[in-house]
Nanobody, 121 residues
Framework: QVQLVESGGGLVQAGDSLRLSCAAS????????MGWFRQAPGKEREFVAA???????YYADSVKGRFTISRDNAKNTMYLQMNSLKPEDTAVYYC???????????????WGQGTQVTVSS
């Protein structure tokens, strides 16, 4: 079992930056692929970024070049550095862990509770 807790969300203005953190605890959490997803009001949850244990990374086209995913296996923590934020980035952001880093949410076994990111124009 792996527990995930996100933090770092908040209200910012367009163009600002935020860094989200996802602290993992539980059995062998550092061995998992991890990802970030987001869900905006009235929309389905969508893939944002993913990172494998050995750190190859994957991004949605909508965030490529603005967001950076990273992880510190020694601290069992994953991060999402979000720069040049846009109002359309407003969503609840979720971290997830699974056997592999993937774009498909069905491949993740564990989820955090989510953290709200609101970007005002």
């Amino acid at each position: 079992q792996v527990q995930l807790v996100e933090s770092g969300g908040g209200l910012v203005q367009a163009g600002d930056s935020l860094r989200l953190s996802c602290a993992a605890s539980g059995r062998a959490s550092s061995k998992y692929g991890m990802g970030w997803f987001r869900q905006a009001p009235g929309k389905e949850r969508e893939f944002v970024a993913a990172i494998s244990r050995s750190s190859p990374t994957y991004y949605a086209d909508s965030v490529k070049g603005r967001f950076t995913i990273s992880r510190d296996n020694a601290k069992n923590t994953m991060y999402l550095q979000m720069n040049s934020l846009k109002p359309e980035d407003t969503a609840v952001y979720y971290c997830a862990a699974g056997d592999i880093a993937a774009r498909q949410e069905a491949l993740y076994d564990y989820w955090g509770q989510g953290t709200q990111v609101t970007v005002s124009s």
